[in-house]
């Protein structure tokens, strides 16, 4: 999937992206009255990289992976699985995946 496909999923979603520069993260999902995925584009310096935060954002979107700052580590780190998950699903092709499966059993 492109960043282009990533970008029509969050219009199709009505979620807005926000340009905005943060201290300790490079990309973020809020959920208040509505879905806005934060992108501190100033810390984002290749196409893969920000290909790669938005899907994880939309990752939490679809999969509902929501955490607060109250959280315990343990529930913030299945959210984040479950962000990665789509995001791989999202950006790896499943040729590519079968690609490294006969590889590895050649």
């Known amino acids: 999937m492109e960043l282009i496909d990533l970008e029509n999923i969050t219009k199709k979603e009505k979620i807005d992206i926000i340009n905005y520069k943060m201290n300790n993260n490079k990309a973020r999902i809020i959920n208040y009255n509505g879905y806005y995925i934060f992108m ?3 810390r ?3 196409y893969t990289e920000e290909k790669c935060l ?3 954002e939309i990752g ?3 999969y509902d992976a929501f ?3 109250s959280s315990s580590q343990n529930d ?3 959210q984040e699985y ?3 998950k789509w995001k791989s699903l999202a950006c790896v092709s499943p040729k590519s995946i079968l690609g490294c499966f006969y590889k590895r059993h050649m």
Request: charged content about 25%.
């Open 44 to 46: 984002i310096y290749t």
């Open 60 to 62: 939490h979107y679809f």
């Open 54 to 56: 938005l899907a994880e």
């Open 76 to 78: 913030i780190d299945k």
């Open 67 to 69: 955490y607060s700052l």
């Open 40 to 42: 501190d584009y100033s």
């Open 82 to 84: 479950k962000a990665m």
